[in-house]
């Protein structure tokens, strides 16, 4: 399977930034899609950003396209997340995720790989 290794979490105060890391691997990686979720504190999974290896296109959830970047080293198998103007509801456990198709079609259901997991607590 898959293997999805992230890093880049932690503790930040309101309006700070965050950079997170993804790298897949595996002899049975054949996604073109990856992707990052988030999961806050009593509520759903949610879709955060996306971005295709082959098209090169990015999906946003309306609250990330202002203040996050998504992006890419194609070489490396990698992908990235840059977060600025963190706010107290960006709190929660963010997730790298592996899939096949649109970034814009992307849910939790069709994600074929997660991440382990990563902490992101935004202090007011």
């Known amino acids: 399977q898959v293997e999805l290794v992230e890093s880049g979490g932690g503790l930040v105060q309101a309006g700070g930034s965050l950079r997170f890391s993804c790298t897949a691997s595996g002899r049975d990686f054949n996604s073109n899609t990856m992707a990052w979720f988030r999961q806050a504190p009593g509520k759903e999974r949610e879709y955060v950003a996306g971005?295709?290896?082959?098209?090169?296109?990015?999906y946003y959830a309306d609250s990330a396209k202002d203040r996050f970047t998504i992006s890419k080293d194609d070489a490396k198998n990698s992908v990235f997340l840059q977060m600025n103007g963190l706010k107290p509801e960006d709190t929660g456990v963010y997730y790298c995720?592996?899939?096949?198709?649109?970034?814009?079609?992307?849910?939790?259901?069709?994600?074929?790989?997660w991440g382990q997991g990563t902490q992101v607590t935004v202090s007011s």
């Open positions: 995720a592996a899939s096949y198709g649109y970034p814009s079609l992307l849910t939790v259901q069709k994600v074929r790989s």
């Open positions: 971005i295709s290896f082959t098209a090169g296109t990015a």
